[in-house]
């Protein structure tokens, strides 16, 4: 398949190594990856503060961009950043009076796909060690995003491609369900409410002994790892595609409570 990017603007800005490890899972995998220049935002901090017409301009980059390149089907390594573009972007589109955009949107939106759900549901994806080579000999637990959980409805699917890696060993973290507090400008609006949030999110993480915690979207793992560092946590934060994308031949190696990575042996 030829697989569209969608590497999202935090990935982009401060967590490239998570687009990268996403290329090298769907290139083991044989598919070409192809990425649109002309992406940035998808418009989903400012559609939350109620900034719609700001959005507009934003949205009609974002379904310009990948309307104009030839793909079969879009992914990215954020259930938060999909949810946005069909839950999101052709309201905006609309709100603006732009229905050749809103219904361009809703095209992009079908054809974008989050990477654990690309991974199971196109791909076939659902052993990680036999299928990908995925080697990774830490005790990790698993942090449920809010987004993937309650709108896109992932289920268990991060989690279970987690659990098939080569050398894991997974500890199931106490109230999965519950928010880690950020949620966006949240936790700058609410900010002590967010951040009684997090420390709950980090007392539980730290409960399973494990060495670190992973999760499908790096906003709320850059709001629980700073929490880890700030309290002088030995326990790290990282994006499972890193976890996938991490062999015997290229192992990943973490260092830090922020998840600060090096892969060595591979590109």
């Not at 967590?15 to 192809?34: F, K, M, N, Q, S």
């Not at 036999?130 to 830490?138: D, K, M, N, T, V």
């Not at 409410?193 to 992973?214: P, R």
């Not at 015997?248 to 260092?255: A, G, I, Y």
Request: glycine fraction near 10%; charge should be negative.
């Amino acid at each position: 398949m030829r697989i569209a990017l969608f590497s999202t603007c935090i990935v982009d800005a401060m967590y490239p190594r998570v687009a990268r490890a996403t290329v090298d899972i769907l290139e083991r995998l044989g598919h070409e990856v192809v990425f649109p220049p002309g992406q940035t935002c998808c418009s989903q901090m400012h559609v939350n503060s109620g900034y719609f017409d700001d959005a507009y301009s934003i949205v009609k980059n974002h379904v310009d961009a990948f309307s104009d390149w030839d793909y079969d089907v879009a992914v990215a390594p954020s259930a938060s950043c999909v949810v946005s573009l069909g839950h999101q972007q052709p309201m905006i589109a609309r709100h603006a009076g732009d229905e050749g955009t809103a219904i361009a949107a809703e095209d992009v939106a079908g054809r974008t796909f989050e990477l654990s759900k690309l991974l199971i549901d196109v791909l076939g994806i659902t052993d990680a060690a036999e299928q990908l080579g995925s080697y990774f000999p830490h005790k990790v637990t698993f942090h449920s995003s809010c987004h993937g959980m309650r709108i896109m409805q992932l289920g268990t699917r991060q989690s279970d491609l987690v659990r098939t890696v080569e050398g894991l060993e997974f500890e199931e973290l106490p109230d999965l369900d519950q928010c880690c507090g950020f949620g966006g400008t949240f936790s700058f609006k609410n900010a002590d409410t967010s951040g009684a949030m997090t420390a709950d999110k980090v007392k539980n993480i730290e409960s399973t002994g494990a060495e670190m915690c992973t999760g499908g979207d790096v906003s709320c793992l850059m709001n629980i790892g700073g929490a880890l560092s700030r309290k002088g946590s030995d326990v790290t934060t990282l994006h499972f595609a890193e976890i996938l994308a991490s062999t015997k031949d290229n192992p990943l190696e973490v260092s830090g409570p922020v998840a600060l990575t090096t892969t060595t042996g591979g590109k």
